[in-house]
């Protein structure tokens, strides 16, 4: 939820991820609120947070998320799976800003779309161990059923730019495999990473599953979802001309920044580096 304080109206808004899957979410979120400000934070040098324990990823991503607040954002998108899973409730209460996670607007837009009651989810090996879509899931709509498979190369796919082909579309179907003898008529993409490669994972579900079966991904929810509690609060900058995104990385790879424009969709022209500092 977003707290109402207009005097914050001209303050940025903070997105913070483990990498560069999160590129996806602010992507969707530089469409929607196309007036607003927007901080980046991928935290590149501690990546992949999909493999970590829960404890360090509450970790990394309450000290990420206060560099945020120290450069002055009005709220932060936890535009990571892992990180929402894990850590979502440690920075909301920890940080006196309104945070949102990726993992409840996808869910509730699932949940209302499933004719079956039938709901997919792919994600990393930390978010289905989590249980947090399953959870979230039943909340929302009591008595779902929901079928996960974790699809780790999914991300190095990603990454690399492999998008379609015969290797994408190998690994897709083992790893979609699991859901051909359900019900499933809807899946979410549990990972940042993944609404890159949905045209093989929608080619590939046509061929192991006999009903359709619509996808989701968490970037389009979670920035719909944003937009409405701004406004509700008042907290929408209005029209103007112009506008800064600027992009903080822990870490600058080789080879970083076409990587990091396919997942946003268009031209960067910098990247600040950054060091966040250890708490407690």
């Not at 979120?29 to 927007?38: A, G, Q």
């Not at 990823?57 to 894990?86: E, H, M, P, Q, W």
């Not at 409405?228 to 992009?247: A, T, Y």
């Amino acid at each position: 939820m977003l707290a109402d304080n207009a005097s914050n109206i001209d303050l940025p808004i903070g997105v913070f991820d483990s990498g560069v899957g999160g590129l996806t979410v602010m992507r969707a979120v530089t469409e929607l609120l196309p007036y607003e400000d927007i901080i980046y934070l991928g935290d590149t040098a501690r990546v992949p947070y999909g493999n970590r324990g829960p404890e360090t990823v509450r970790r990394y991503a309450l000290n990420a998320t206060k560099l945020l607040v120290d450069r002055g954002v009005k709220a932060i998108v936890i535009a990571c799976n892992t990180a929402s899973a894990f850590a979502l409730k440690a920075v909301r209460a920890r940080l006196d800003v309104p945070v949102l996670g990726v993992i409840e607007p996808v869910a509730r837009t699932a949940a209302a779309a499933s004719e079956a009651g039938a709901i997919g989810v792919i994600g990393t090996r930390g978010t289905v161990r989590s249980g947090c879509y399953p959870k979230a899931l039943e909340a929302l709509r009591p008595g779902v059923t929901v079928h996960q498979t974790a699809c780790p190369l999914f991300v190095p796919l990603a990454e690399e730019g492999w998008l379609t082909g015969d290797v994408p579309r190998q690994v897709a179907r083992e790893y979609l495999r699991s859901l051909a003898d359900t019900d499933v008529d809807t899946l979410i993409l549990g990972c940042t990473h993944y609404p890159i490669l949905r045209q093989t994972i929608a080619e590939v579900l046509q061929e192991v599953i006999s009903q359709p079966v619509t996808l989701y991904d968490s970037a389009t929810s979670t920035a719909r979802d944003l937009r409405e509690g701004l406004s509700q609060h008042d907290l929408l900058r209005p029209e103007r001309s112009g506008r800064e995104l600027r992009f903080l990385l822990t870490d600058v790879p080789d080879g970083f920044k076409p990587t990091a424009e396919r997942f946003f969709g268009s031209h960067i022209s910098e990247f600040e580096h950054v060091n966040i500092p250890v708490g407690d």
